[in-house]
């Protein structure tokens, strides 16, 4: 079982540039989620998903924008990356109910 | 509402207890306790319900006190392998969304 997958996992990037993160989990979980995390910041919710086709805003939205077009997958975008930008990025997903919340190894992103 | 963990550094001896809170301004529906080490994903170690149930995993415990918004995490007889940073996620009404705090970072040593 490879649980919560992100991609990439390392990406440099310059001011202005687009991305795509990837984030895929193999458990059937209704809820996904992501996260920056900065030094001494904790995890700050970006987007979150309650299932396929659905998304909302978390704590920290703005210029990040997320689709969940497949129940297993769900896709942070950057549409013209920042310096701000630059951080830890984790991705998340829980089933129904009282459940933890399983993170993928995370992606470390510089924006230039 | 982002949840105050304190104290925000705890360094302690092989073997040695140590008890780690977090407190929120709002009523919750569950804490939830993860541990990262650095350069690694969080890891999951308990959920804590209303009610006050008190959970385990290894020589690691927890309470939830609701009516004073606080869940403390009880590290006994600490080894090596606790060292990392724990946080805290706080749910206020089922609906599986966390807000974390940031972070109470503990370092064992030997």
């Known amino acids: 079982n490879a649980g919560v997958t992100q991609t990439p996992k390392f990406r440099v990037l310059k001011t202005g540039q687009s991305m795509t993160l990837l984030c895929a989990q193999d458990m059937n979980h209704e809820y996904m989620y992501w996260y920056r995390q900065d030094p001494g910041m904790g995890l700050r919710l970006i987007h979150y998903s309650v299932g396929e086709g659905t998304t909302a805003k978390g704590e920290v939205p703005d210029g990040y924008n997320v689709s969940r077009l497949k129940k297993q997958n769900f896709l942070l975008g950057l549409e013209s990356a920042a310096p701000s930008q630059t951080s830890v990025y984790f991705c998340?997903?829980?089933?129904?109910?009282?459940?933890?919340?399983?993170f993928g190894d995370g992606t470390r992103l510089s924006i230039l | 509402q982002q949840p105050v963990q304190s104290p925000q550094a705890v360094i302690l001896r092989e073997g040695e207890d140590a008890v780690i809170n977090c407190s929120s301004s709002k009523a919750l529906y569950s804490v939830h306790w993860y541990r990262q080490k650095h350069g690694e994903a969080p890891v999951f170690l308990m959920i804590l319900l209303k009610g006050g149930e008190q959970k385990g995993h290894e020589k690691i415990s927890a309470s939830f006190n609701e009516k004073k918004q606080q869940s403390s995490l009880y590290l006994t007889a600490s080894q090596l392998s606790y060292s990392g940073t724990y946080f805290c996620?706080?749910?206020?009404?089922?609906?599986?969304?966390?807000?974390f705090g940031k972070g109470n970072q503990v370092v064992v040593i030997p």
């Open positions: 998340a997903s829980t089933g129904w109910g009282d459940q933890p919340q399983h």
């Open positions: 996620g706080t749910e206020r009404n089922g609906n599986n969304r966390l807000a």
